[in-house]
Nanobody, 115 residues
C-alpha cells in the first residue's frame, strides 16, 4: 500500500534553513506528482509546493523564492529545502500524492521557527 514518511523537521531560528524528506513506497513513484502541504495551529492545511513526473514545479506565493522542491526517482524520495524561514512557516508539513481518485498523506513532520 501507499506509504509516505516525512522526516527532517525541527526547531530553527528565523532566517535559518531546514531540508525535509519524504520517503515514498507502494506505488510507481516516478509517474506520480508529489506535493508538500502544511498546517499551522488553528489554520487549514495549505498547499506549499508540487513537483510533477516531468520535474515541473509549482510553489505557493508565500514560499516562492525561499523553498525548493525536488525528487529522487531512484530513492523514491521527495525533498523540500526551506531557506530564510520565518515564524509564519511554523507548521506541520505533510507529503502528499494522489492516484487520480484517492489522496495519500504522510504523518507529518513539525517545523518550528522561533528565536
Amino acid at each position: 500500500q501507499v506509504q509516505l514518511v516525512e522526516s527532517g523537521g525541527g526547531l530553527v531560528q528565523p532566517g535559518g534553513s531546514l531540508k525535509l524528506s519524504c520517503a515514498a513506497s507502494g506505488f510507481p513513484f516516478r509517474r506520480y506528482a508529489m506535493s508538500w502541504y502544511r498546517q499551522a495551529p488553528g489554520k487549514e492545511r495549505e498547499f506549499v509546493a508540487r513537483i510533477l513526473s516531468n520535474d515541473a514545479v509549482l510553489y505557493s506565493e508565500t514560499v516562492k523564492g525561499r523553498f525548493t522542491i525536488s525528487r529522487d526517482n531512484v530513492r523514491t524520495r521527495v525533498y523540500l529545502e526551506m531557506n530564510n524561514l520565518n515564524s509564519e512557516d511554523t507548521a506541520v508539513y505533510y507529503c502528499n500524492t494522489n492516484d487520480g481518485s484517492l489522496l495519500f498523506w504522510g504523518q507529518g513532520t513539525q517545523v518550528t521557527v522561533r528565536s
